[in-house]
């Protein structure tokens, strides 16, 4: 059964260093959502791409976050520099289209500590 | 910001009982739909109902609209341990960016053997 592939799957970094999050969606998928998760928390998306094109991105703190889905395939998020408040669990998901009745299919996260 | 709130937040009960978890919303909805979320790990979905449903079943599941009250339910029967895991419920605004979904806080579920 094809899945959303993540790497890394955990990092540990010092503030004020960069870091970056892969995310390869199911084959065919056309949309991606880049979510963040905060322990107890449901997740919030941050960024959605349909193709390569960026649909969505008004909760994406821009002064430190961009995301890339450069081929309209697989996506790249990064945090430059990271907080310590930027702790948390990135979660990619992906869609046939963004029709609202499609499921999101989401991958096994990344789970980020800032020290 | 997060529309849906789940309640209760926690609940433990021994296999072989029912599990009922609500969600509430604040505004108009296309559609309403249900993840489950085993610890640390990424989401599932489980079943999603219309806004012009009422009552909707997937093997162990049933899940309820009631969009007078802007409230759903989601019962599982005959709980297994397996069934142990956080649910979150998520929904698709009208007139919000298409395919966006905002999910609630979730109510963890943990199954007693």
């Known amino acids: 059964e094809a899945e959303v592939a993540q790497s890394p799957r955990y990092k540990i970094t010092e503030k004020s260093q960069a870091v970056a999050f892969w995310c390869d969606p199911i084959?065919?998928?056309?949309?991606l959502y880049w979510y963040r998760q905060i322990l107890g928390q449901g997740p919030e998306l941050l960024v959605q791409f349909q193709d390569e094109s960026v649909v969505d991105d008004s909760q994406l703190p821009k002064d430190r976050f961009s995301a890339e889905r450069l081929k309209g395939v697989d996506s790249t998020l990064k945090i430059q520099p990271a907080e310590l408040g930027d702790s948390a669990m990135y979660l990619c998901?992906?869609?046939?289209?963004?029709?609202?009745?499609?499921?999101?299919?989401f991958g096994p996260g990344t789970r980020l500590t800032v020290l | 910001s997060q529309q849906g709130e789940e309640d209760p937040q926690a609940l433990s009960i021994q296999e072989g009982e029912n599990a009922t978890m609500n969600c509430s919303y604040k505004?108009?909805?296309?559609?309403l739909q249900w993840y489950r979320q085993n610890s640390g790990r990424g989401l599932v979905h489980l079943i999603l109902?219309?806004?012009?449903?009422r009552e909707k079943h997937s093997g162990r599941l049933r899940v309820t609209l009631d969009t007078s009250k802007k409230s759903s339910s989601l019962l599982i029967t005959a709980s297994r341990a397996a069934d142990t895991a956080s649910y979150f419920c998520?929904?698709?605004?009208?007139?919000?960016?298409?395919?966006?979904?905002?999910f609630g806080k979730g109510t963890k579920l943990s199954v007693k053997p």
């Open positions: 998901a992906s869609s046939r289209t963004r029709v609202s009745y499609n499921e999101q299919f």
């Open positions: 505004t108009s909805i296309n559609n």
């Open positions: 109902i219309r806004s012009n449903e």
């Open positions: 084959s065919g998928h056309a949309t």
């Open positions: 998520a929904t698709d605004l009208r007139g919000g960016s298409q395919g966006n979904l905002i």
